[in-house]
């Protein structure tokens, strides 16, 4: 086995050490997965930002370290709302990925120590001008991959085995597209697309990923397009900004139900249970107030709407849906949404990201400037925990699908860092470095199975 391959076994063992037993290579796939159970969870909001983060083996032991991590059948996987166990043992740390948007390649991360193992190619490199990767899906099992990237014919998804390292037959998007959602069974992914002639009309499609075929125009509208599906896979919900609508769609068969109107809609969180889609959204230019509309699943019916700020920052809705974390021009806000009353109004610097535990109680500040950085813990009630120090002025920040690990990550130069921070103890980890030669800001990204990550 490789070094990589045992300091993941090693990690495993001191975690789990009860629960696991070191598998052979031939017996560890049916050793847990027959144990394996699955149970409901909270997904991982939608970050603030409209767009997310995306060599063949280089010998046998990068097969197995691959292999090791997604062969288990979700050992260090899983998806956002998902919380997967071995038998009567608890639940066991997810693996994330470092992707390096500019040669293409997926970098795979112990779950405990945060080292790194050796980098596969998963996609075409993203050098200025050239075909890139803008997206990547990487399914619950962690077995797949799909890719989205831009090529000379428009955009392409291709799906990627993390286990055999083949790539898929590309499915064509064609120009003009943007955000790309997939079904929590990704057995099918919606795709938001502007047209050429007229880049304020928006449209979304449907494709089966199973046969490539890209359906017609499901929901049509103004301005550009926001896609959020529900937790059990049966609705798709698209906002379009101009006038301001938010349109339901059955997934089983792409019907849409009835408009419902919230003005200046833009960017949809499903909560934890499914039962809450809140639409955040802005009534006119930059300077104009911020709102969250609650719209319930079930009716289809907007609630009072709660005034966040002004629209020309960045805002993140809670997984449950209890709270909003608003960064202003000179410090962030903790709204209730609802009480429609501001919890605290605190000074954590110049704040780049944010990111929410799953179960909403604490919300991980990434704040800094001129190359230092700081992660401060916020509760949900706005005390604020002790600043967290992370080297290489990290400009994003993740949370881990178990809650156990926040990353930080990126910094203005060709040398990115990124730093895992546990959240039981709120202390940092040895950072790791991860350069990309020719770097442009946004290259170096964390992708976590289970979730769409792009930039």
Known sequence: ???????????????????????????????????????????????????????????????????????????????????????SGGTVSRTAYVFNRYKGTLTPISPVTGRLGKPFKVGPAGAPGSPNVFENAITPDGKTDYVVY???????????????????????????????????????????????????KGTVRPVSLATGTVGSPVVQGQGVPFIAITPDGKTAYVSFSQPGTVTPVSVATNTPGRTIPVTGAYMINITSDGGTADVTGSGGPDSSPMWV?????????????????????????????????????????????????????????????????????????????????????????GTVGKSIHVSGNPQNIVMSQDGKTVYAYGSPGDKQTMTPISTATNTAGTPVSVRASGFIPGYIGIVLPGEENAW
Request: proline share 7%; charged share 15%; aromatic share 6%.
């Open 1 to 87: 086995m490789t070094k990589f391959a045992d300091e993941l076994f090693a990690d495993l063992m001191r975690e789990h050490g009860p629960v696991l037993e070191r598998p052979s290579r031939q017996t560890a796939h049916n050793r847990v997965v027959h144990t394996l159970t699955v149970e409901p969870g909270p997904p991982r909001p939608p970050r603030h930002t409209p767009f997310w983060m995306a060599p063949a083996a280089a010998a046998v032991g990068v097969t197995l370290v691959v292999g090791l991590a997604v062969s288990l059948g979700g050992l260090f996987t899983g998806r956002g709302h998902a919380n997967i166990q071995i038998g």
């Open 150 to 200: 831009t090529a000379t014919s428009g955009s392409v998804i291709r799906s990627f085995d993390l286990v055999t390292h083949k790539a898929g037959t590309p499915i064509q998007l064609g120009h003009g597209t943007g955000q790309v959602v997939f079904t929590p069974d990704y057995k099918t992914a919606y795709f938001a697309s502007s047209s050429s002639s007229n880049l304020n």
């Open 293 to 381: 509309t609650p719209i319930s699943t079930a009716t289809s019916t907007p609630g009072q709407r709660v005034r966040i700020g002004n629209a020309n920052q960045f805002s993140l809705v809670a997984p449950d849906g209890t709270t909003a974390f608003y960064v202003g021009a000179s410090n962030v806000r903790l709204v209730s949404l609802t009480t429609g009353q501001t919890v605290r109004t605190l000074d954590l610097g110049s704040t780049s990201d944010a990111a929410f535990t799953p179960d909403s109680k604490t919300v991980y500040v990434l704040a800094g400037s001129s190359g230092h950085a700081e992660v401060t813990p916020v509760s949900e009630t």
